[in-house]
């Protein structure tokens, strides 16, 4: 996702810093794309923590943002367990 948005952004002429008459260099679009990644990172750990948030993406956004969710390091699993909250008695 985040290379089709810095994609789109240096065709759109959307970046500040860049001359639309040249093609950006491989060091200035994977900057563009890291920006973007963090961004969804961040944006990821904020939604994780307030679920809520995610009706206001589209549904393609939806799509990545549970990917994102997914792959956050750190992140306790939801699980359920039967009267013991912190799991320490479930079995497999």
Do not use: C, W
């Amino acid at each position: 996702m985040s290379i089709r948005i810095a994609a789109k952004e240096y065709m759109t002429g959307a970046v500040p810093s860049h001359d639309g008459r040249f093609s950006p260099s491989t060091a200035q679009f994977s900057a563009r794309v890291r920006m973007h990644d963090e961004i969804g990172t961040r944006a990821a750990r904020v939604i994780a923590n307030d679920p809520s948030k995610m009706q206001e993406l589209s549904p393609e956004y939806q799509a990545d943002m549970r990917e994102r969710i997914k792959a956050l390091p750190g992140l306790k699993k939801l699980g359920y367990s039967a009267g013991d909250a912190d799991g320490d008695r479930d079995v497999a």
